[in-house]
C-alpha cells in the first residue's frame, strides 16, 4: 500500500513562501515514475480543489488562481513531489493533499495544514 506523507506546511505571512513536499513509501522507483502527480487543497467549509497537476507525458496544469506562483515539481530519486508556493495570500490558506494517480490506482496524503497570515 502506497503511503504519502507531506510536510513542510505551517504559518506563513502575506507576500511570504513555502515549499511542501510529499514522499512516496511503500512504492519502488520504477512504480514512483508511472504516476501522474498532484496537489489539492481545502479550505474550511468548501470543496477540495486541483491546485496544480503533472502527468507521466509532461504535461502541467494549475487552478487560475496560482498560476505564475506555484510551481509543481518532483524529485525521482528521493520518491518526492514539490509544490514550491510563492506570493501567498490569505486566501491560500488551506489544508494541502497530495495524490499519486495511474489508470489503475489512486493515493492521498493525509493533508498538511498552509495558514497565510499576518
Known amino acids: 500500500q502506497v503511503q504519502l506523507v507531506e510536510s513542510k506546511g505551517g504559518l506563513v505571512q502575506p507576500g511570504g513562501s513555502l515549499r511542501l513536499s510529499c514522499k512516496a513509501s511503500?512504492?519502488?522507483?520504477?512504480?514512483?515514475?508511472?504516476?501522474?502527480m498532484g496537489w489539492y487543497r481545502q479550505a474550511p467549509g468548501k470543496q477540495r480543489e486541483l491546485v496544480a497537476q503533472?502527468?507521466?507525458?509532461?504535461?502541467?496544469n494549475y487552478a487560475d488562481s496560482v498560476k505564475g506562483r506555484f510551481t509543481i515539481s518532483k524529485d525521482n530519486s528521493r520518491k518526492t513531489i514539490y509544490l514550491q508556493m510563492n506570493s501567498l495570500e490569505p486566501e491560500d490558506t488551506a489544508t494541502y493533499y497530495c495524490?499519486?494517480?495511474?489508470?489503475?490506482?489512486?493515493?492521498w496524503g493525509r493533508g498538511i495544514q498552509v495558514t497565510v497570515s499576518s
Open positions: 503533472s502527468t507521466t507525458a509532461g504535461l502541467t
Open positions: 511503500q512504492m519502488i522507483l520504477s512504480t514512483f515514475i508511472q504516476f501522474n
Open positions: 495524490k499519486l494517480n495511474n489508470p489503475d490506482s489512486t493515493s
